[in-house]
Nanobody, 122 residues
Framework: QVQLIESGGGLVQAGGSLRLSCAAS????????LGWFRRAPGKEREFVAR????????YYADSVKGRFTISRDNAKNAMYLQMNSLKPEDTAVYYC???????????????WGQGTQVTVSS
């Protein structure tokens, strides 16, 4: 079972930046399509961004396009989300997970971690 652990959240003022990390266990990290999701208070969890195995194929939700950058370092078994120009509506718990290749669908049985809280003050 692959374990993914999110970190890097915090409290930041609107317009600020944060960098989230997703660390993974296992030797097959480079074979995973990965994604970031978030759940805002009182809302359903939503897709934020995804990245293919080699880091070339990248896709963003419209709400974060141009402000967030997803990346990965397969040598370190890690994925990142650089978040710039943060807005109060970005406030949420952010999660990472494995995805089915070419999709924003979590793999069957893909468990959710505890996530990392991002709070953006106005």
């Amino acid at each position: 079972q692959v374990q993914l652990i999110e970190s890097g959240g915090g409290l930041v003022q609107a317009g600020g930046s944060l960098r989230l990390s997703c660390a993974a266990s296992g030797r097959t990290f480079s074979t995973y399509t990965l994604g970031w999701f978030r759940r805002a208070p009182g809302k359903e969890r939503e897709f934020v961004a995804r990245i293919g195995r080699s880091g070339i194929i990248i896709y963003y939700a419209d709400s974060v396009k141009g402000r967030f950058t997803i990346s990965r370092d397969n040598a370190k078994n890690a994925m990142y989300l650089q978040m710039n120009s943060l807005k109060p509506e970005d406030t949420a718990v952010y999660y990472c997970n494995r995805l089915l290749p070419g999709t924003s669908t979590v793999v069957p049985g893909g468990s959710w971690g505890q996530g990392t809280q991002v709070t953006v003050s106005s």
